[in-house]
């Protein structure tokens, strides 16, 4: 143990290892040849090049187009051209007090959805990290919800929500269907059934990223906090949380993304209703670029404005991903 | 290096699909007809394969799911696409794919082959006419279709109720002739403890659903949603109309519990589970209720057409489709196209059309007492074509239809502000977006 | 040079835990799995409520209150498959009385209907086998590439290029779709297999690269640079001890990139209409004569969860097997 502790972290705690490892061994390792060097490069342009070449080919034509229109009025089911009008479209939708109620949703879902997929996912993931006898199908079992089509999930939750005939009131003890809650209809629940929808999909999603984290804590690591009689929670907090971190950050930060651009479970379960209660910023830019309106400019500045926001999030995660890197 | 010959041939395929596209401009084989996915356009794929039995030319019948399917043939408006040569388009869609070019003219060939005069003048309105009252046509009224009611006999004619609405309300129960009957009539059958509720409306929130529930008292009860100077401020929020949406609200107080956001599909739902004990629906969707494997009430259920409003007026919100021309096919395809709706047109097609379950517009088939007989609802149907009244049809229907659908969701389900509150706001929305496209100073 | 390369396999024998054979170690453990049972099933409940459904007639899927015992039927498994047409009334008289009727005309007999062929949906299904498959070999491939690079070397710009790839990720998929439908009208590539492909792989790569890339981080670099002393290459090294050790990642990745291409649906509704047209459109508005068709869309869901739930627990090892320390596994 101690030989392998000191052969690969050179003394630090071994805690700090993956942390540290990227930069340090970088500059330890001894320049090679100037073959190697070259071929280096080449590996480093044949690997990157198809990628950034496939997108570039799928997503940059799509990405300038739509900036382009998002200055101009323009709908593109007209013979008419783009006309440009500078930042009119920026200017209406920013001074939309609609467009401020959506977001402000749109914030309260994301923020619902994902703490508490974070939460459950971790949860889980602390469940089923040690293996059992049949871990492995209840881990297969736990993921089935995040195989299922979005816009199937909806549907099929519509039916379960149904205060009528949906199993969900009768499971939480509502027998009475005049009084119990109408989930999707009611104003104060409607965002919440959601919420519940999605942490039901994609909690399984933090869970194997975390899992995928939790099974590289090298074991050694407790043996040694079990040796210094360190508590339970030291050990979750000091060994635990650091390692998953990293993996931990990434689901948060796709989880994030997505639940910012969420559409398809919004549509099927309550298309932003009961009047504007769900309507979230992507029920709107649906309404706008399709739904018969075909507003394509408009509609491209509000992607836009979701854009930034989203990389403006982003960034923040990322950089917090980055501290956690470099220790 | 895979990933380079992977490259290579992705530009290799797309080089051979470009250029084998434009490939058999003459004689024409097969033409392709678009119509969202649901049975009648299975029926209308077995009349296709009888035209091929009868011409050699093969019709396909593709079918996309509703959710998307007028976002789908938009799209191929955009790009002037030839992916289907006909489609069969929703009445709203005329004044966007008209003045945009994306439909045939079809004044010329519908007169001259006398086609115009063999469908209820109704349906060519709406369903063919643009701009209305223009006599330039663009489509072949194709699917027929309108509100109606399905309610339970067994219910209705039971005499207990009977004795008991007469003491309650003061007269018989029966079919309702005015609205407030209607509402009288749901009040009545509303027993929760029973796990009965009176009525079923449309609330849904999606699209237009809510919009064409709330539209057959809106109509009946005298409003408009603009007038013909295209004024929508007090001509949407009258009185009247605020009476009628009070009404609808009322009426969905006596629904089940759940049909919060309920189209045609929840309300034969609810229909044939025994919670309603009458609903408002589509005739396209009364089939199925007709069908006993379907609805366990199938021979104890009836069907009528809307009742009045205070002053005797009578309105139905309209569904249907006609088919239209793609602009974009060549001009052998077009008439590929022409020749085959001329076939369609013929009254023994349209026979065989309604035999099968389509909702024929042919007028001597509709009075025909096969047709009559042959299903329940058919009668109320034939009623309902003759004073049906669709939404807007103007290129900017899609803006309008939104300010309509969530003001009137927020209020009938949401129970936000009152119905004065609500029909102020749709006016004043609609008002904005009239003006901003140039219809009103 | 040997002696590094041993010293993750000397770790095996050591870290052989103490405490997890102790009994309050075990305790714990059981009490743990009992919990995971019971959160399993309770997530499983939406499944199971829909593979009953498969199995219910229309008045039972709707029926008040919600049956928990029907009588099965094959209804849906009928409506999904096979295109049907309504029979008048002396067509069903002449149909009840024949005998070389097989079972699944029967049941559309029930409904009044005579079954005239199979439906789109086998076509679609294997549409999407397809098109998610080649995506996702593809995504994963280049992703994992992709990472490495970006992991191993100092590639200019890198921090640029990892926020450009990842912001594909972020544009709403509703405003990208009509500029991307215009561009394959343009090309060739509408309703074509080779579009979605490409469509796919763009959108699964943004996440492949930076889940891989989180992945092989975790791998010491000493492990290579050990090996490539040895006399390896750079890429018999990425290929002999890389690849290996990032079982886990690929297989996370691949498991993420199928199910996001197989459930794709707002991209497969615009951009396809027959020839390349995938499941998942279709599945959720099976509309019958009556509206909704609840067995159906329940159906069409549960055969088209099959294929994922059985591939990812093929994958399942690979899954869950620890990453860092991988010659731990292999003893």
């Given at each position: 143990?101690?030989?392998?502790?000191?052969?690969?972290?050179?003394?630090?705690?071994?805690?700090?290892?993956?942390?540290?490892?990227?930069?340090?061994?970088?500059?330890?390792?001894?320049?090679?040849?100037?073959?190697?060097?070259?071929?280096?490069?080449?590996?480093?342009?044949?690997?990157?090049?198809?990628?950034?070449?496939?997108?570039?080919?799928?997503?940059?034509?799509?990405?300038?187009?739509?900036?382009?229109?998002?200055?101009?009025?323009?709908?593109?089911?007209?013979?008419?051209?783009?006309?440009?009008?500078?930042?009119?479209?920026?200017?209406?939708?920013?001074?939309?007090?609609?467009?401020?109620?959506?977001?402000?949703?749109?914030?309260?879902?994301?923020?619902?959805?994902?703490?508490?997929?974070?939460?459950?996912?971790?949860?889980?993931?602390?469940?089923?990290?040690?293996?059992?006898?049949?871990?492995?199908?209840?881990?297969?079992?736990?993921?089935?919800?995040?195989?299922?089509?979005?816009?199937?999930?909806?549907?099929?939750?519509?039916?379960?929500?149904?205060?009528?005939?949906?199993?969900?009131?009768?499971?939480?003890?509502?027998?009475?269907?005049?009084?119990?809650?109408?989930?999707?209809?009611?104003?104060?629940?409607?965002?919440?059934?959601?919420?519940?929808?999605?942490?039901?999909?994609?909690?399984?999603?933090?869970?194997?990223?975390?899992?995928?984290?939790?099974?590289?804590?090298?074991?050694?690591?407790?043996?040694?906090?079990?040796?210094?009689?360190?508590?339970?929670?030291?050990?979750?907090?000091?060994?635990?949380?650091?390692?998953?971190?990293?993996?931990?950050?990434?689901?948060?930060?796709?989880?994030?993304?997505?639940?910012?651009?969420?559409?398809?479970?919004?549509?099927?379960?309550?298309?932003?209703?009961?009047?504007?209660?769900?309507?979230?910023?992507?029920?709107?830019?649906?309404?706008?670029?399709?739904?018969?309106?075909?507003?394509?400019?408009?509609?491209?500045?509000?992607?836009?404005?979701?854009?930034?926001?989203?990389?403006?999030?982003?960034?923040?995660?990322?950089?917090?991903?980055?501290?956690?890197r470099e220790g | 290096m895979h990933k380079k010959s992977f490259l290579i041939l992705a530009l290799l395929g797309l080089l051979v699909l470009t250029l084998g596209a434009p490939a058999g401009a003459q004689g024409i084989t097969e033409l392709n007809i678009w119509w969202a996915e649901w049975d009648p356009a299975n029926y209308?794929?077995?009349?296709?394969?009888?035209?091929?039995?009868?011409?050699?030319?093969?019709?396909?019948?593709?079918?996309?799911?509703?959710?998307?399917?007028?976002?789908?043939?938009?799209?191929?408006?955009?790009?002037?696409?030839?992916?289907?040569?006909?489609?069969?388009?929703?009445?709203?869609?005329?004044?966007?794919?008209?003045?945009?070019?994306?439909?045939?003219?079809?004044?010329?060939?519908?007169?001259?082959?006398?086609?115009?005069?063999?469908?209820?003048?109704?349906?060519?309105?709406?369903?063919?006419?643009?701009?209305?009252?223009?006599?330039?046509?663009?489509?072949?009224?194709?699917?027929?279709?309108?509100?109606?009611?399905?309610?339970?006999?067994?219910?209705?004619?039971?005499?207990?109720?009977?004795?008991?609405?007469?003491?309650?309300?003061?007269?018989?129960?029966?079919?309702?002739?005015?609205?407030?009957?209607?509402?009288?009539?749901?009040?009545?059958?509303?027993?929760?403890?029973?796990?009965?509720?009176?009525?079923?409306?449309?609330?849904?929130?999606?699209?237009?659903?809510?919009?064409?529930?709330?539209?057959?008292?809106?109509?009946?009860?005298?409003?408009?949603?603009?007038?013909?100077?295209?004024?929508?401020?007090?001509?949407?929020?009258?009185?009247?109309?605020?009476?009628?949406?009070?009404?609808?609200?009322?009426?969905?107080?006596?629904?089940?519990?759940?049909?919060?956001?309920?189209?045609?599909?929840?309300?034969?739902?609810?229909?044939?589970?025994?919670?309603?004990?009458?609903?408002?629906?589509?005739?396209?969707?009364?089939?199925?209720?007709?069908?006993?494997?379907?609805?366990?009430?199938?021979?104890?259920?009836?069907?009528?057409?809307?009742?009045?409003?205070?002053?005797?007026?009578?309105?139905?919100?309209?569904?249907?489709?006609?088919?239209?021309?793609?602009?974009?096919?060549?001009?052998?395809?077009?008439?590929?196209?022409?020749?085959?709706?001329?076939?369609?047109?013929?009254?023994?097609?349209?026979?065989?059309?309604?035999?099968?379950?389509?909702?024929?517009?042919?007028?001597?088939?509709?009075?025909?007492?096969?047709f009559l007989a042959v299903a329940p609802f058919n009668a109320a149907f034939a009623e309902t074509m003759t004073f049906v009244k669709d939404f807007s049809n103007i290129p900017e229907f899609g803006q309008l239809l939104a300010v309509v659908q969530q003001y009137l969701h927020a209020y009938v389900v949401g129970g936000e502000?009152?119905?004065?509150?609500?029909?102020?706001?749709?006016?004043?929305?609609?008002?904005?977006?009239?003006?901003?496209?140039?219809?009103?100073? | 040079?040997?002696?590094?390369?041993?010293?993750?396999?000397?770790?095996?024998?050591?870290?052989?835990?103490?405490?997890?054979?102790?009994?309050?170690?075990?305790?714990?453990?059981?009490?743990?799995?009992?919990?995971?049972?019971?959160?399993?099933?309770?997530?499983?409940?939406?499944?199971?409520?829909?593979?009953?459904?498969?199995?219910?007639?229309?008045?039972?899927?709707?029926?008040?209150?919600?049956?928990?015992?029907?009588?099965?039927?094959?209804?849906?498994?009928?409506?999904?498959?096979?295109?049907?047409?309504?029979?008048?009334?002396?067509?069903?008289?002449?149909?009840?009385?024949?005998?070389?009727?097989?079972?699944?005309?029967?049941?559309?007999?029930?409904?009044?209907?005579?079954?005239?062929?199979?439906?789109?949906?086998?076509?679609?299904?294997?549409?999407?086998?397809?098109?998610?498959?080649?995506?996702?070999?593809?995504?994963?491939?280049?992703?994992?590439?992709?990472?490495?690079?970006?992991?191993?070397?100092?590639?200019?710009?890198?921090?640029?290029?990892?926020?450009?790839?990842?912001?594909?990720?972020?544009?709403?998929?509703?405003?990208?779709?009509?500029?991307?439908?215009?561009?394959?009208?343009?090309?060739?590539?509408?309703?074509?297999?080779?579009?979605?492909?490409?469509?796919?792989?763009?959108?699964?790569?943004?996440?492949?690269?930076?889940?891989?890339?989180?992945?092989?981080?975790?791998?010491?670099?000493?492990?290579?640079?050990?090996?490539?002393?040895?006399?390896?290459?750079?890429?018999?090294?990425?290929?002999?001890?890389?690849?290996?050790?990032?079982?886990?990642?690929?297989?996370?990745?691949?498991?993420?990139?199928?199910?996001?291409?197989?459930?794709?649906?707002?991209?497969?509704?615009?951009?396809?209409?027959?020839?390349?047209?995938?499941?998942?459109?279709?599945?959720?508005?099976?509309?019958?004569?009556?509206?909704?068709?609840?067995?159906?869309?329940?159906?069409?869901?549960?055969?088209?969860?099959?294929?994922?739930?059985?591939?990812?627990?093929?994958?399942?090892?690979?899954?869950?097997?620890?990453?860092?320390?991988?010659?731990?596994?292999?003893?």
């Amino acid at each position: 143990m101690r030989y392998v502790n000191s052969s690969n972290v050179k003394g630090r705690p071994v805690s700090q290892v993956n942390a540290q490892r990227g930069l340090s061994s970088r500059q330890e390792t001894v320049p090679p040849a100037g073959r190697r060097q070259l071929s280096d490069m080449r590996i480093v342009q044949l690997f990157i090049l198809p990628t950034i070449i496939l997108l570039i080919l799928m997503n940059i034509f799509p990405l300038i187009y739509s900036l382009f229109l998002s200055f101009t009025n323009y709908s593109v089911i007209s013979s008419d051209p783009p006309v440009w009008v500078g930042l009119e479209n920026y200017t209406h939708i920013l001074s939309d007090p609609d467009f401020w109620h959506n977001f402000a949703t749109t914030g309260t879902y994301a923020l619902l959805s994902v703490s508490l997929q974070t939460i459950v996912g971790f949860a889980l993931a602390m469940l089923l990290r040690s293996k059992f006898t049949g871990s492995g199908i209840i881990t297969t079992l736990v993921l089935v919800p995040m195989m299922l089509s979005p816009i199937v999930v909806a549907v099929f939750w519509r039916l379960i929500f149904n205060p009528s005939f949906g199993i969900l009131n009768p499971i939480l003890g509502f027998t009475d269907i005049n009084t119990s809650p109408e989930w999707l209809g009611d104003p104060a629940l409607a965002l919440w059934a959601i919420v519940i929808v999605d942490v039901w999909q994609w909690s399984p999603f933090v869970m194997l990223l975390c899992l995928a984290g939790l099974s590289a804590i090298p074991e050694y690591l407790y043996e040694a906090a079990a040796i210094d009689r360190a508590s339970a929670w030291f050990q979750f907090r000091r060994i635990t949380l650091p390692q998953v971190m990293p993996l931990l950050l990434i689901a948060v930060l796709f989880r994030t993304i997505e639940a910012f651009k969420q559409f398809d479970l919004v549509q099927g379960l309550t298309f932003g209703g009961p009047g504007d209660a769900t309507e979230t910023v992507s029920v709107e830019l649906y309404r706008l670029a399709f739904q018969g309106q075909f507003e394509t400019g408009l509609s491209s500045a509000l992607a836009y404005i979701v854009l930034v926001v989203i990389i403006a999030i982003s960034n923040l995660y990322i950089r917090a991903l980055n501290r956690l890197r470099e220790g | 290096m895979h990933k380079k010959s992977f490259l290579i041939l992705a530009l290799l395929g797309l080089l051979v699909l470009t250029l084998g596209a434009p490939a058999g401009a003459q004689g024409i084989t097969e033409l392709n007809i678009w119509w969202a996915e649901w049975d009648p356009a299975n029926y209308l794929q077995q009349i296709g394969n009888d035209y091929e039995a009868a011409t050699g030319i093969k019709v396909n019948v593709v079918q996309t799911p509703w959710g998307g399917y007028f976002d789908r043939v938009a799209t191929e408006w955009a790009a002037q696409g030839t992916a289907f040569d006909m489609v069969v388009g929703d009445s709203q869609w005329l004044g966007q794919a008209i003045t945009e070019g994306h439909y045939v003219d079809m004044t010329e060939f519908l007169t001259s082959t006398g086609i115009k005069d063999t469908v209820t003048p109704a349906t060519l309105t709406y369903y063919g006419e643009y701009p209305s009252g223009s006599g330039s046509y663009y489509a072949y009224p194709t699917e027929g279709d309108a509100n109606g009611w399905a309610y339970r006999k067994d219910l209705f004619e039971n005499p207990d109720n009977m004795a008991a609405f007469e003491a309650e309300f003061g007269y018989p129960l029966a079919i309702p002739q005015t609205w407030e009957q209607l509402r009288d009539i749901a009040k009545f059958f509303t027993r929760p403890d029973e796990g009965l509720y009176g009525i079923g409306v449309y609330t849904q929130i999606d699209y237009d659903g809510i919009t064409m529930g709330f539209q057959n008292p809106f109509f009946a009860y005298g409003g408009d949603w603009y007038d013909a100077e295209f004024n929508a401020l007090g001509v949407v929020d009258t009185p009247e109309t605020i009476a009628a949406l009070e009404l609808y609200k009322e009426l969905y107080s006596y629904a089940p519990p759940g049909t919060n956001n309920a189209f045609f599909a929840e309300m034969n739902d609810v229909f044939v589970n025994g919670q309603a004990a009458m609903i408002m629906n589509y005739f396209a969707f009364f089939p199925a209720l007709a069908n006993p494997e379907i609805n366990p009430f199938a021979e104890s259920t009836g069907y009528f057409s809307m009742p009045a409003g205070p002053s005797g007026e009578r309105y139905a919100a309209l569904g249907g489709q006609g088919i239209s021309i793609n602009a974009y096919i060549d001009d052998a395809r077009k008439q590929a196209s022409f020749d085959f709706i001329t076939w369609f047109a013929t009254q023994e097609v349209q026979a065989s059309w309604a035999a099968l379950g389509g909702y024929t517009c042919n007028i001597a088939v509709l009075e025909s007492p096969e047709f009559l007989a042959v299903a329940p609802f058919n009668a109320a149907f034939a009623e309902t074509m003759t004073f049906v009244k669709d939404f807007s049809n103007i290129p900017e229907f899609g803006q309008l239809l939104a300010v309509v659908q969530q003001y009137l969701h927020a209020y009938v389900v949401g129970g936000e502000g009152t119905a004065e509150d609500a029909m102020t706001s749709i006016a004043e929305g609609m008002d904005e977006v009239l003006a901003e496209a140039g219809y009103v100073g | 040079m040997a002696n590094a390369a041993n010293a993750p396999r000397q770790k095996v024998v050591i870290s052989t835990r103490v405490d997890k054979v102790s009994t309050g170690a075990r305790l714990t453990s059981s009490f743990r799995a009992t919990i995971a049972v019971i959160v399993a099933l309770i997530m499983l409940i939406p499944v199971a409520w829909m593979a009953m459904t498969a199995f219910k007639t229309r008045p039972d899927a709707v029926a008040v209150p919600p049956k928990v015992f029907f009588e099965p039927s094959f209804e849906g498994f009928v409506s999904l498959l096979t295109s049907r047409r309504q029979l008048t009334n002396d067509e069903i008289a002449v149909y009840q009385q024949r005998t070389d009727l097989g079972w699944a005309d029967q049941i559309a007999l029930i409904r009044g209907q005579a079954i005239t062929g199979p439906s789109a949906f086998p076509r679609q299904l294997l549409n999407s086998l397809i098109i998610s498959g080649v995506s996702t070999v593809f995504s994963v491939g280049f992703g994992v590439l992709s990472a490495y690079a970006f992991s191993r070397f100092p590639v200019p710009g890198k921090d640029d290029l990892l926020f450009f790839i990842l912001s594909q990720r972020m544009l709403p998929p509703v405003v990208v779709t009509i500029p991307i439908f215009l561009m394959y009208r343009q090309v060739g590539l509408h309703d074509t297999h080779i579009g979605m492909v490409l469509l796919y792989t763009a959108f699964n790569l943004s996440f492949s690269v930076w889940l891989l890339k989180g992945f092989i981080d975790e791998i010491p670099r000493e492990y290579e640079e050990a090996a490539m002393v040895d006399g390896y290459t750079r890429l018999q090294a990425f290929r002999k001890i890389v690849l290996p050790q990032a079982t886990t990642g690929i297989a996370a990745t691949t498991v993420f990139s199928l199910i996001f291409s197989w459930n794709e649906y707002a991209f497969a509704l615009m951009l396809t209409s027959d020839a390349a047209r995938t499941a998942p459109p279709s599945i959720p508005l099976v509309l019958g004569t009556g509206g909704i068709e609840w067995a159906a869309i329940a159906a069409g869901s549960l055969a088209f969860l099959i294929p994922v739930v059985i591939i990812t627990f093929l994958l399942r090892r690979h899954l869950l097997r620890g990453v860092t320390f991988g010659a731990i596994r292999k003893g």
